[in-house]
């Protein structure tokens, strides 16, 4: 590619500095922590043990739930029918909730007094334990099953309807769609979706410690943990956060050496029609699929709701106080999302599939492998000298979670964008469309979906937000979350369980509001 | 014209401000929070200090303690409220605390106390808390647990990252010495899960997940005063219990330590005092004039408080973990 005889475009230079300011945020607040340090010690065989359950959990979650997810985003992606839209958006509902409440909506189903074992019960099994790696396996495909249904979904989705009518004109069969249309596609799609589920499960802790049943579930992230609260013990910690982002980087560097990426070509935008996938056996499979994802989806999510519906209309004015803080900080966190998503994928796109691109991308990927107990703690060290951190609270909270957005943003923009450079990059310059001409007749109506999709889950993610400003949030500027915890920690549970349902409706609600914003034309 | 009139205002506001002496006063979140002892305590300290009374919270004890360790000498408290005698070892390496000063007010703890630096607000002791309607015969013992039959099932706090469950790491040390790590060996299979803190441990055992969960005697009384719900209780253990006793300190730095002895003063008053039982769930450090509130259990003798000096409960710590690491990672 001649790229480089090309002038390097503003997008470039801002694209730098949204990846200066990550660099900043991750590796800086490290950085900081690790200066802060009163001593300098190494890490022992326990924090070598943690690293390896740490790496085993998040290979294995990371891969089943991509390969859960291929079949399910095949289905939804090749069949129509009521409540799919709803379905769609339920499924970005356990990605954006707070821990707490997902581990005990996962324990009503799979726990020792959970659905599934009242039901075996009544046909006489013995009860099945859910505690250890597999109960670390099912909570972390639910958190992130969908999250790779919806990556892979944006896949199947870009590629233009008109290959499937030229398919469907040649009289191929659903294998021969597989192997020329989906096959390719995948091979660029998945390691993808790997990665970021991948990154995802490495900082994972209290879900891995309860349902893994103890201190043999111990993860990095608990580690870091213990270094900082146990033993105050703050270059141990930055040393765990580093070996965090060095596992993550060769992941990530992994992923963008396996991915062959795929262009499938312009199109019309269509809506796309299968004839391939009519026959009955596909029928029965994809219905089946669709069923057992629904149903391992939406019972915890079931019990969530139940489990709230009493107490959501009693709430004290305070959680309204709060919830209404939180929407406000979802939006900043949504638009500012965007503010750096789009010029980061810009600048990734136009810099081409060499190094440099990768490592744009790649610098996305490193806001997930971010502690955030270590980008809390990093921040407060920074902010302390020169302001008053806890007056800070909650637009701090609005950048890390904006920048934690990310990852996932690029992860939808940079597909759809590379296909609407290549594809009509070409006729845009020879018309002498530039700058915000380019951006508004050519990109956006291309960029819609990943843009809706981008901010919702922003929003989404911004709303269940608690772990970076644990150490001085804002008491009377309490956010939903943080009002949750208080309810559980002042015994009122109940009222808790109202507080979760609160946020899950508000959560979803941001998250449809932005995702169907970036599907007003189109019936997917 | 306006503009006078508004520097005018500006100025005396700022006058105003600056003749009200403010008391920062760092704790853990649930002391402030509207269901906590916070929002009284300040009325009533604003009522008689003619200050402004200043909370600023950092997640639970061992979070505030960090903090404080981060801010070092720049730290903008007056008072610190909230650590325990497991971290108050640490907290007194840090230098930043002076005497509290306070000598003449008769504590209501079963053990003696003789720490210069931090004073006793409230106690309680750790204990598990099981269902009276679901469990009839609860295990009196930390061996009667072990020795159950297996489908008896407790849930636990993880002590890297949460207090109770570093005062059951401390409990069990206490009660059985080199013996600790057996145990927790006979512990182990009624361990049904490890959480990270205390509300995931004691949500799931309100589901019913667990038979038990680890918490405080004084847990019970919450039911019963707040909700009117009288089948929840805290077994007795034969070992005696451990006891965590939570305190207040001042800074040395601090530009107000008349106020913050006036705080630590009042923090043992009567009003103080009687606001903690329904609000922390905890027993008040002085028990006020018309006693404990029905539904609190009587505390037990001193023969039956387990506890470690601040000194050696720092001291015995990381071995205490290494075993129960060792015990339960099997």
């Known amino acids: 590619m001649a790229r480089r005889a090309q002038p390097i475009g503003a997008s470039v230079w801002v694209g730098a500095a949204v990846a200066a300011l990550i660099l900043s945020l991750t590796l800086g607040t490290l950085g900081a922590v690790f200066l802060r340090a009163e001593r300098f010690s190494a890490l022992g065989p326990a924090d070598w043990a943690a690293v390896r359950f740490t790496l085993m959990q998040a290979t294995l979650s990371a891969f089943l739930s991509v390969a859960l997810a291929v079949p399910v985003a095949r289905a939804l992606a090749r069949r129509r029918f009521p409540g799919r839209g709803l379905l769609i958006t339920l499924l970005g509902a356990p990605f954006i909730l707070p821990v707490i409440v997902v581990v005990l909506g996962i324990l009503a189903v799979f726990g020792r007094n959970g659905l599934l074992n009242s039901a075996l019960g009544v046909v006489g099994i013995g009860p099945l334990s859910v505690y250890g790696l597999q109960g670390v396996l099912i909570a972390h495909v639910f958190f992130n099953l969908p999250l790779a249904t919806r990556l892979i979904l944006q896949g199947w989705l870009s590629i233009p309807a008109e290959r499937f009518r030229l398919a469907a004109s040649l009289g191929f069969a659903a294998r021969d769609v597989t192997r020329w249309l989906e096959r390719p596609m995948l091979r660029a799609v998945v390691p993808g979706a790997f990665m970021v589920i991948f990154v995802i499960c490495m900082t994972s802790f209290a879900v891995a410690l309860t349902l893994g049943g103890g201190p043999k579930a111990t993860t990095v992230e608990l580690a870091i943990y213990q270094a900082f609260r146990f033993e105050f013990d703050l270059s141990r910690a930055a040393l765990l956060a580093l070996v965090q982002f060095g596992l993550s980087a060769i992941a990530a560097a992994l992923t963008l050496w396996v991915a062959v990426p795929s262009v499938s ?20 499979l994809d219905g089946a699929w669709i069923a057992l994802a629904a149903l391992f989806l939406i019972l915890p999510l079931a019990m969530i709701v139940a489990d709230g519906l009493r107490a959501l209309f009693t709430l004290p004015p305070s959680v309204f106080a709060a919830a209404g803080r ?185 998250f449809w509001l932005f995702d169907r914003g970036g599907r007003v034309d189109a019936d997917a | 014209m306006r503009y006078p009139i508004f520097a005018a205002g500006a100025l005396l506001a700022t006058m105003a401000g600056a003749q009200t002496p403010v008391l920062t006063v760092y704790t853990y979140d ?20 003619g200050c402004d009374l200043q909370f600023v919270g950092a997640g639970d004890g061992a979070a ?133 803190g205390w ?29 009117g719900d009288d089948t929840k209780a805290a077994a007795p253990f034969a070992e005696g219990h451990y006891m965590q006793v939570e305190v207040a300190g001042r800074i040395a730095s601090s530009d107000q330590p008349e106020l913050a002895q006036e705080f630590l003063r009042f923090m043992l008053s009567e009003t103080f005092q009687s606001i903690i039982p329904t609000t922390n769930w905890m027993y008040p450090a002085v028990i006020p004039d018309g006693g404990l509130p029905e539904g609190f259990s009587a505390p037990l003798p001193p023969e039956q408080s387990l506890i470690y000096p601040a000194a050696e409960a720092a001291a015995m710590r990381d071995k205490a973990l290494e075993e129960w690491r060792a015990a339960l990672s099997r």
Request: glycine letters at 10%; aromatic letters at 8%.
């Open chain 2, 64 to 196: 505030l303690l960090g903090r404080l360790r981060l801010e070092g000498k720049r730290t903008h408290a007056d008072v610190v409220l909230g650590l325990d005698t497991n971290l108050t070892a640490a907290a007194a390496e840090t230098g930043l605390f002076a005497p509290h000063g306070v000598a003449d007010v008769a504590l209501s703890l079963p053990v003696s106390w003789e720490d210069e630096l931090f004073l006793p607000y409230d106690w309680g002791y750790f204990a598990f808390v099981y269902d009276k309607t679901k469990l009839p015969h609860p295990p009196a013992s930390f061996a009667e647990l072990a020795a159950a039959p297996k489908a008896l099932k407790i849930v636990i706090q993880d002590p890297r990252s949460s207090t109770p469950g570093l005062g059951l790491l401390l409990w069990v040390k206490a009660a059985y010495g080199d013996g600790a790590q057996a145990m927790w060996q006979g512990l182990a299979p009624h361990i049904l899960t490890v959480t990270k």
């Open chain 2, 30 to 49: 649930s002391f402030i929070s509207e269901w906590g002892p916070g929002p009284q305590v300040e009325a009533a300290f604003e009522a008689t200090c």
């Open chain 1, 326 to 510: 939180s929407v406000a900080v979802a939006l900043g966190s949504a638009v500012l999302t965007l503010a750096l998503a789009l010029p980061l994928s810009l600048a990734a796109v136009r810099l081409g599939r060499g190094i440099a691109g990768g490592m744009m991308e790649g610098v996305g990927a490193l806001a997930i492998a971010a502690s955030p107990l270590v980008i809390g703690t990093g921040l407060f060290i920074l902010l302390f000298p020169i302001a008053d951190p806890v007056a800070l609270a909650l637009p701090v909270t609005a950048v890390v979670n904006a920048v934690m957005s990310l990852p996932f943003a690029t992860r939808a923009l940079v597909p759809a964008l590379r296909d609407a450079e290549e594809s009509y990059g070409k006729l845009a310059r020879s018309l002498g469309m530039r700058g915000f001409t380019h951006l508004r007749l050519v990109l956006l109506p291309r960029l819609r979906r990943p843009i809706g999709f981008s901010a919702g889950l922003a929003a989404a993610l911004s709303m269940g937000d608690l772990g970076v400003i644990a150490l001085f949030a804002d008491p009377s500027q309490a956010t939903l979350p943080l009002q949750l915890y208080r309810l559980m920690a002042a015994y009122r549970m109940e009222q808790a369980a109202g507080a979760a349902l609160l946020l899950l409706i508000l959560s979803l609600g941001l």
């Open chain 1, 265 to 284: 070509g312009a199109g019309l935008d269509r809506i796309v029609a299968r004839w391939d996938a009519r026959h009955r056996g596909l029928r029965l």
């Open chain 2, 199 to 227: 509300s995931e441990a004691y949500g799931m055992f309100l589901e019913g997940e667990a038979d038990m969960v680890l918490s405080y005697t004084t847990s019970p009384a919450y039911h019963i005063i707040a909700e």
